[in-house]
């Protein structure tokens, strides 16, 4: 009986103790569900080295090497090449994620806005930091799509090296050759990644063939893949004759093997990797002298014999001059070729040290940063990013902006991982900063450590030469060229749900204009409302969107319209009198001017002066003369649209004793109006570059409907089973397009559209869109 007893004691403890602790468990699990939105448990990127195990790297623990092992690089590509999905393993490989992140899923690190997620589309560019073997790697994941190509311009701008991603089964695309014109213009170092080898229909060869064809770049083939598509398995490493074959068993990528190659097991690499490794060394000693010396010198007789490391280094030599583009393959959804992605990123790409910017002699070493982007935080305020040229910044650093011409104190100092950030004591030159505090700094601001500073550095620019015929303001030579906007293509009117929500409506564009300068916003004179203008339907489809979601603003969006620009066509002349008295004081202007089309195009007026307009009278009104034509200028006579490929020539001007500069603009700007209305007016249209991707079932189809949209086939290329139709059409007639394309396909096209130029309206078409303005069809 005694021992019934214990046993049902020990059992009853038992129970007990496994039902609290059960209850503990899903108390746990319950509490966990709650605090989810604020702490993703799968994907911590920046916690506390004890809270997240020993399997992923903290942010706190990032290296700072010397600026020798920094890279700034950018991943920049077409729309779904792969860019942000090469990015999600980069992190991953380097210790800084648990888990893998899909685009498909949206839980990638990088595309992080609630927007991007549904869409899985990158909308704006997004900066991680990260280490590699002793390199540290600022990475900016950039988007692909033609709308947001201002958030790939104002990256290229402070990035030393660049990454294009290639979809292996498309080779070059549209978007491919607009970032590639950005890295050109910019002057950055870049290698390529043939992506998507696995994908049906990759080919490597056609991949390289194009951009040898369309980028007119020299491709390097540092590697070669084993197989294609379906068959795809590894690479070969052309530079050190290996294969690197990953296990296909791996759920992640990481397991994989590096074998060289043998004359006994593979006969056929071996052969193939030894002709492409004496091709590529042929070609690195026609681009590199010094390669070529040595090659020619010790190793003409057996390339063989000759080190890799060698190779290596010409061809980070060649990179860096540009005159070739190394290569590489993989697969970023499939885990391959990654890793060998990373290790050319720090072996081929350039250090901050290795780029040669000129102004950083006049700074000797004082702060010298470009403000690239600036993002609104709730709780935060604006976070500024930064690229340091030179010198170091910390918490608390009072700093001068020269463009704004203030100063401002950095409250705190962030490293960027995606939309985490983690407090840092310094940052050193060559890094990119997220800054908290700067409340005045914008997109293109250059950033110094004081006014005195920004003085001393001017001196000595013009000791050294640099004020060589040059009648730049002191101010002017010592700002970093910041990034060129380009004219938005539509608009449409935004509305508050009532008229007290306005002033929050208004400081939710204002938030966003200063975080996207591609997003314009004014005011209707005539309606007296508000008017969004954007690169495109897709851009105010996500401001409208972000409005919302962000600023809790259920605004109401007018139909879009096309931003038509006006010109003129014949020679007018104007006089116009503004006699006003105000007061005790007469107002007198008389002025007689000349409005003209010009032979080259303007987009703004071209303002001349007659011999006869003497100097003292051009001395304290040329101001206000020039604001009067360029208000002038702003709206057209036909659709009040902006007036360009316009010259006015000043011919006469008289002002009475005492009149005010404003009632100069006003007689000024009332005279060219008048110039304006009596001549011939034309619209001009946007046009713009058209690229549909369709299959050879379909074509005739896509052809038909571009024929009524008043569209002009440049050329039809084909691209592997597909067929690439190139050609021009005019922007007011691409409205709802992807939808019709959609229709036309079964969904199996793609198409990219990008501004070309403004073009002149035909007759017919202008009077049916003047009518349609004036509500008589």
């Not at 104190?409 to 985490?420: V, W």
């Not at 929500?501 to 508000?530: M, Y």
Request: glycine share 6%; charged share 25%; hydrophobic share 40%.
């Amino acid at each position: 009986m005694l021992s019934n007893l214990r046993i049902f004691a020990v059992n009853h403890k038992k129970i007990s103790s496994l039902h609290i602790c059960n209850m503990y468990c899903s108390r746990m699990r319950a509490s966990l569900k709650r605090i989810k939105p604020l702490v993703p448990l799968g994907r911590s990127y920046s916690s506390l080295p004890g809270l997240i195990g020993n399997d992923i790297k903290s942010l706190r623990s990032i290296i700072s090497p010397p600026i020798a092992k920094i890279r700034n690089i950018g991943i920049m590509a077409h729309i779904d090449a792969g860019k942000t999905t090469t990015t999600e393993r980069i992190l991953y490989y380097s210790g800084y994620t648990r888990s893998l992140g899909d685009v498909d899923d949206g839980d990638t690190v990088t595309d992080f806005m609630a927007q991007e997620r549904e869409r899985g589309i990158t909308i704006q560019s997004a900066a991680v930091t990260f280490d590699w073997k002793g390199y540290r790697v600022n990475l900016i994941d950039t988007p692909g799509h033609v709308d947001f190509t201002l958030e790939v311009e104002r990256c290229l701008r402070v990035l030393d090296g660049a990454v294009a991603v290639f979809d292996a089964s498309a080779g070059v695309e549209a978007q491919t050759l607009t970032v590639w014109r950005q890295a050109d213009k910019h002057k950055i170092p870049r290698i390529c990644f043939l992506n998507k080898m696995d994908k049906t229909g990759a080919s490597f060869n056609y991949a390289v063939e194009s951009i040898r064809e369309k980028l007119k770049a020299k491709p390097l083939l540092l590697q070669l893949p084993i197989g294609e598509a379906k068959t795809f398995k590894g690479v070969v490493d052309v530079v050190n004759k290996e294969k690197l074959l990953w296990n296909p068993n791996s759920d992640d990528g990481k397991d994989f093997e590096r074998k060289p190659l043998l004359e006994k097991s593979d006969p056929k690499l071996l052969k193939e990797a030894t002709e492409a490794r004496n091709a590529l060394i042929e070609q690195v000693a026609d681009l590199d002298d010094e390669f070529a010396d040595l090659v020619l010198g010790e190793f003409s007789e057996n390339f063989d014999l000759l080190p890799a490391e060698k190779l290596q280094t010409a061809i980070h030599r060649v990179t860096l001059a540009q005159t070739a583009v190394p290569v590489l393959c993989g697969s970023a959804l499939k885990n391959k070729g990654v890793q060998p992605l990373l290790d050319a990123i720090t072996m081929y790409l350039p250090s901050p040290e290795e780029r040669n910017y000129e102004f950083l002699q006049w700074y000797k070493g004082d702060l010298c940063a470009l403000a690239f982007k600036v993002l609104h935080d709730k709780q935060r305020g604006p976070l500024v990013f930064m690229r340091i040229y030179s010198g170091m910044i910390k918490p608390q650093l009072a700093v001068h902006n020269i463009n704004g011409n203030c100063t401002e104190r950095i409250s705190r100092l962030l490293l960027p991982f995606a939309d985490q950030h983690v407090e840092i004591p310094s940052l050193t030159a060559g890094n990119i900063a997220l800054t908290v505090g700067l409340k005045h700094t914008a997109t293109g601001d250059t950033i110094v450590s004081s006014k005195s500073s920004a003085l001393a550095a001017t001196r000595r620019a013009e000791r050294e030469g640099e004020k060589k015929q040059r009648h730049n303001s002191e101010t002017e030579r010592l700002l970093l060229a910041g990034v060129e906007i380009p004219e938005p293509v539509f608009f449409c009117t935004i509305e508050p749900p009532s008229v007290a929500k306005q002033p929050d409506l208004d400081h939710a564009l204002k938030c966003l204009q200063r975080e996207d300068p591609s997003l314009k916003v004014r005011l209707d004179p005539d309606s007296g409302q508000t008017v969004l203008c954007g690169m495109g339907e897709l851009h105010i489809d996500i401001i409208h969107d972000r409005i919302k979601r962000e600023y809790g603003l259920e605004t109401y969006l007018g139909p879009l319209q096309v931003a038509y620009r006006e010109t003129i066509l014949n020679s007018v002349r104007a006089t116009d009198t503004l006699d006003r008295t105000l007061g005790d004081k007469r107002h007198l202007v008389t002025v007689e001017l000349e409005a003209k089309p010009t032979e080259t195009s303007s987009v703004v007026p071209v303002i001349e002066y007659a011999a006869s307009i003497s100097e003292d009278i051009l001395k304290g009104s040329q101001e206000a003369i020039e604001n009067g034509i360029h208000s002038a200028c702003l709206q057209g006579p036909l659709l009040g649209s902006p007036i360009q490929d316009v010259a006015i020539t000043l011919h006469s001007l008289m002002i009475h004793p005492g009149t005010s500069s404003t009632m100069i603009s006003a007689c000024v700007s009332r005279c060219v109006q008048k110039a304006l209305k009596t001549a011939d007016k034309q619209i001009l249209e946007p046009l713009m570059n058209l690229e549909v991707t369709v299959t050879r079932d379909h074509l005739s189809a896509v052809l038909a409907d571009l024929a009524q949209r008043r569209g002009s086939i440049q050329e039809i290329q084909t691209r592997q089973d597909n067929r690439v139709v190139v050609g021009f059409v005019p922007l007011a007639e691409t409205m709802g397009y992807s939808t019709v394309l959609r229709t036309l396909t079964s969904g199996s096209a793609t198409f990219t559209l990008e501004l070309s130029n403004y073009q002149a309206m035909n007759p017919q078409d202008q009077s049916t869109l003047l009518n349609r303005r004036s509500g008589l069809t």
